[in-house]
């Protein structure tokens, strides 16, 4: 897994806020997940280098994806990270990034006959996914209407195992690959991946009510760690740490 530099043109014309920016984040593992207490991930060891390089002050809270993607967009001293760029969400932030990569996977019951080749084949089932995952609006984009989203991504595992005829029944379910065994628990082993999806850049989205010269300095950051080799090591202490198969 290697990070690339894509950099958005933001003019830095604002001063820094007088007090620490919270960076909100769900549980999105390895990138950004709780564990003892602490917002622990390596998009998080990431946007904390960044904080300490722009020598802007950061605090970090976990919140569900929906309400921190709410947040964020309201909050005069908010971010949120680790989130796909997307048109209609373009608008609603300032994007500095992408601070990491990350990838889809396609997981069904052990039982599923399959085989699912294409997003063509997913458009044949029912499928669960996240409404703060923009995957989902990524589907719908590709002509895959059948998709049932629901708030929280556990919700969607234990939807595998309902009786075809149950309203709330998914074939199929659309999650973060590597963390979709954390999330699945117990039922990891009942659940097999069926197919991936491309991988996407994820990005640190500051509230437009954030001075601009904060995304600026943010930037500027990491640049620095792409070119000093910093985003590499970072990526290098969670390999393997996860399983995405």
């Not at 894509?6 to 909100?24: C, F, N």
């Not at 939807?159 to 954390?182: E, H, K, M, Q, S």
Request: proline share 6%; hydrophobic share 45%; with cysteine.
């Amino acid at each position: 897994m290697r990070l690339r530099t894509v950099l958005p043109l933001i003019v830095a014309v604002l001063g820094a806020p007088a007090h620490a920016l919270t960076l909100l984040a769900e549980e999105n593992p390895p990138l950004n997940y709780t564990e003892g207490g602490r917002v622990r991930g390596y998009a998080t060891d990431v946007v904390a280098e960044m904080g300490k390089r722009a020598r802007i002050p950061i605090k970090f809270q976990a919140m569900p994806g929906k309400e921190a993607f709410e947040l964020a967009q309201v909050a005069r001293d908010a971010c949120i990270y680790s989130i796909l760029r997307t048109e209609d969400r373009e608008p609603l932030f300032q994007w500095v990034g992408p601070i990491a990569f990350d990838r889809r996977g396609v997981y069904a019951r052990k039982d599923f006959p399959g085989p699912i080749k294409s997003l063509d084949d997913l458009k044949r089932h029912r499928n669960g996914a996240a409404t703060s995952d923009a995957t989902a609006g990524y589907l719908k984009a590709q002509g895959v209407a059948t998709l049932l989203p629901v708030d929280d991504d556990r919700e969607n595992v234990a939807r595998l195992f309902l009786p075809g005829t149950d309203a709330n029944f998914i074939d199929l379910w659309v999650t973060r690959l590597a963390g979709a065994r954390t999330t699945a628990g117990p039922r990891a082993k009942d659940l097999k991946l069926v197919y991936t999806l491309r991988e996407v850049p994820a990005w640190l989205a500051c509230s437009t009510k954030v001075p601009r010269e904060v995304a600026g300095k943010f930037i500027g950051a990491l640049t620095s760690m792409n070119k000093d080799g910093a985003m590499d090591k970072i990526v290098a202490r969670y390999e393997g740490r996860f399983v995405a198969q």
